[in-house]
C-alpha cells in the first residue's frame, strides 16, 4: 500500500470517528432535552404555582361577607318580637285572670285566716321548708313581698332562705357519697358544681355566690353542693349574697301584683303615668336580671379555666 493510499485510509476513519461522536453527542442531547421534558412535565403536575382556569373558579362556594351575621341579627330580633308579644299577651289576657282568680282570693283568705304575726311566721317557715322537700318557695316570697314590702319583706325572705339552704346542706352531709354518685352522671354540670369547693375561703365564696346567681336550680344546688366538701361559713354567705337579686326581683314581682289587685278590687283603673313606670321598672327589672345571670355564667367560665 502507497503512502497515499494509507493517508486517504486514515483520513476516511477520522471522518467515521467524527460522525460517530456527533452522533452520539445528537442522542445524548435529545435523550438529556426528552428527559428534562419528562421532569418538566411532572413539575407541572405536582405543583400548583400557575394560576388556575378562570372557570376553576366558578365552582367554588362563594360566601357573602356579613350574611351570617345579618341572619343572627335576624333571628335576634323576631325572637324579641316573640317575647314582646307574649308579654303583651301576658298583661292583657293572663295578668286580669291571676289577678281575679288567684291574687285576690289568696289575699282574701290571708285576711281571714291568719293574723300579721302568724303569717310572718307560716311564710318564714314555708321559704325555709319547701327546699327541703324539693318544692319551689318563690310563691311564699311572692306572699311576702305582696303583704310586706320591700324592707320588712326582704328580711322575712332571708331569715326563710338561711334555713331553706342551710337544712339541705346539713340534711345532704349524711349521704355525701350518694350525692357523688348521682353527680357523676352529669359531668358537665358536676365539674361545674365542684368549684365552690376548690380554693381557699373566697374563692368558695365567691364560686358559691355566682353559682347562686347563675340560672342553676336552687333546690338542686342546695343538695349537689355537699358533694363538693365546701365549708358551711362562705357557703351560707355566698349565697345569701347571690340571691338578694332574685329575691328583689321576686318582691318586686308581689309589690306590681299588690297594686294591680287594690286597683282591681277598688274598680280603678291605672293611670298612663302608672303603666309607663310599671312598664319600665317590669322590664328594667327583667333586663338587670339577665346582665346578672350573664356576667355570672362568664365568671364562671372564667373560673374553670
Not at 80 to 98: D, E, N, R
Not at 129 to 156: E, Q, T
Not at 170 to 198: D, Y
Request: proline content about 5%.
Amino acid at each position: 500500500m502507497s503512502l497515499d493510499q494509507l493517508t486517504q485510509s486514515n483520513l476516511k476513519n477520522d471522518k467515521l470517528s467524527n460522525y460517530h461522536f456527533e452522533t452520539m453527542g445528537e442522542v445524548t442531547i435529545n435523550v438529556a432535552q426528552g428527559i428534562q421534558q419528562e421532569n418538566t412535565d411532572y413539575v407541572r403536575l405536582g405543583y400548583f404555582d400557575e394560576q388556575e382556569p378562570e372557570e376553576y373558579g366558578r365552582f367554588l362556594p362563594f360566601k357573602v361577607p356579613g350574611a351570617c351575621s345579618m341572619w343572627w341579627w335576624i333571628k335576634v330580633v323576631l325572637l324579641g318580637l316573640c317575647l314582646l308579644a307574649l308579654v303583651a299577651s301576658f298583661f292583657i289576657w293572663g295578668m286580669p285572670f291571676l289577678i281575679d282568680k288567684v291574687i285576690i282570693p289568696v289575699l282574701d283568705w290571708e285576711a281571714l285566716t291568719f293574723s300579721t304575726h302568724t303569717l310572718v311566721f307560716v311564710l318564714i317557715l314555708s321559704i325555709g321548708f319547701f327546699p327541703v322537700f324539693l318544692l319551689p318557695s318563690a310563691p311564699s316570697m311572692w306572699l311576702a313581698g305582696i303583704n310586706f314590702g320591700y324592707g320588712f319583706g326582704f328580711l322575712i325572705v332571708m331569715a326563710g332562705t338561711s334555713v331553706g339552704m342551710s337544712l339541705p346542706y346539713f340534711i345532704g352531709s349524711l349521704f355525701h357519697s350518694r350525692i357523688q354518685k348521682w353527680l357523676e352522671k352529669w359531668p358537665k354540670k358536676a365539674a361545674v358544681i365542684r368549684l365552690a369547693g376548690e380554693g381557699n375561703w373566697f374563692h368558695q365564696f365567691r364560686a358559691v355566690a355566682l353559682l347562686r346567681i347563675s340560672p342553676f336550680p336552687y333546690i338542686i344546688f342546695n343538695y349537689a353542693v355537699v358533694a363538693t366538701n365546701v365549708k358551711y361559713c362562705p357557703y351560707i354567705i355566698g349565697s345569701y349574697i347571690g340571691t338578694i337579686p332574685e329575691v328583689f326581683i321576686t318582691i318586686y314581682s308581689g309589690r306590681l301584683l299588690r297594686e294591680l289587685a287594690d286597683m282591681k278590687s277598688e274598680s280603678h283603673h291605672l293611670t298612663t303615668l302608672q303603666n309607663v313606670y310599671n312598664t319600665l321598672g317590669f322590664f328594667m327589672a327583667v333586663g338587670t336580671t339577665i346582665c346578672i345571670t350573664l356576667y355570672a355564667k362568664k365568671a364562671l367560665r372564667t373560673l374553670q379555666t
